[in-house]
């Protein structure tokens, strides 16, 4: 079974600042994506990033960066630069790659940006 | 412009009723889902189909039923056996494949009164 564990379930941050969003995953299965979105107020899901289990680097996406340790089962979204627009809720999710290849869902951590 | 489009965006519906919810793309993806999410809380697999005329059962499809009988196309009916359908919904399309990005729809308030 797929699970995924996002321990936090608020953070703040000040404007301007870098932020790390936990997320730790649990599989028995070689090939799987690891993705993140951003979730405002208003509902809508909005990619970020996305990670896949044989890459050698960590993905980056603008202020975007993921910090893949897959020893660990860990991949944490890293927020450089906050802006208050950046509050939100955030989801960690895997999708494996065979079978299911449905997406998997962290409860999310709610993200507030200080001016 | 190409995406994702669900409707109605707001819906209430009395006790006992079924209620459909659209979800279109025009993207040509092979595959869609259908989520819930209820306040405070991650999203679950309602059902999904990776394939026009066939769909599968997700973490829970109880008092849920769903068709694909276009590509394009992945209606959701909420039926009067689903005891809380409280919630929002959303759906998602992507290509077959690893790598791809899995997009979402605006989602759908379903309340029931």
């Known amino acids: 079974a797929q699970k995924i564990t996002q321990t936090q379930p608020g953070m703040f941050v000040q404007e301007k600042e870098a932020v790390t969003l936990d997320c730790t995953y649990d599989?028995?299965?070689?090939?799987?994506?690891l993705f993140w979105y951003k979730q405002p107020s208003s509902g809508e899901m909005i990619f970020l990033i996305y990670q896949g289990s044989y890459d050698q680097q960590n993905a980056t996406e603008g202020r975007y960066s993921l910090n893949f340790q897959k020893a660990r089962k860990s991949a944490n979204l890293v927020i450089s630069a906050s802006q208050l627009g950046d509050s939100a809720m955030y989801f960690c999710a895997m999708r494996h790659d065979t079978g299911r290849r449905a997406l998997t869902f962290g409860s999310g951590t709610r993200l507030q940006v200080q001016p | 412009d190409g995406g994702i489009t669900q409707s109605p965006k707001y819906l209430f519906r009395k006790e006992g009723q079924n209620v459909t919810l659209s979800c279109e793309q025009n993207?040509?993806?092979?595959?869609m889902y259908w989520y819930r999410q209820d306040p405070g809380q991650g999203l679950r697999l309602i059902y999904y189909s990776q394939i026009v005329n066939d769909f599968q059962k997700g973490d829970i499809a109880e008092g849920y039923s769903v068709s694909r009988e276009k590509k394009e196309s992945f209606p959701l009916t909420v039926t009067s056996a689903q005891k809380n359908p409280t919630a929002f919904y959303l759906c998602?399309?992507?290509?077959?494949?690893?790598?791809?990005?899995?997009?979402f729809g605006e989602g759908s308030w379903l309340t029931v009164v």
């Open positions: 599989t028995s299965d070689p090939s799987y994506g």
């Open positions: 998602a399309s992507t290509l077959q494949g690893p790598g791809n990005t899995i997009y």
């Open positions: 993207l040509n993806h092979d595959a």
